[in-house]
């Protein structure tokens, strides 16, 4: 997952992604992804007690952004569809 320099691409990734989603919403005027942001971000630093291996909490994380990110923009991108069709 990463290479000699120690780049971990994933994190490298989400950067990228967290980014998109920020500049999706609020080019579309839509200031409260800031906040579904923060709390994504403050919900993965939230320890799981019942995982005790550091690299399976690490995915564990890594999913549970991507995928509400994932959730929160397929919503938006209802809404817009929503507002064409009408």
Known sequence: M???TG?????IFK???ERQFLFITLINGI???LMVFSAL???MRI???D???AEAEEKYNNFFLIGN???VLIALGYVWLYGELL
């Open 31 to 33: 200031p409260h992804g």
């Open 2 to 4: 990463s290479d000699n």
């Open 15 to 17: 950067g990228i992604f």
């Open 51 to 53: 995982v005790s291996d």
């Open 41 to 43: 971000k403050l919900a």
């Open 69 to 71: 990110f994932i959730s």
């Open 7 to 11: 780049t971990k691409w994933m994190d």
């Open 47 to 49: 320890k799981k007690h």
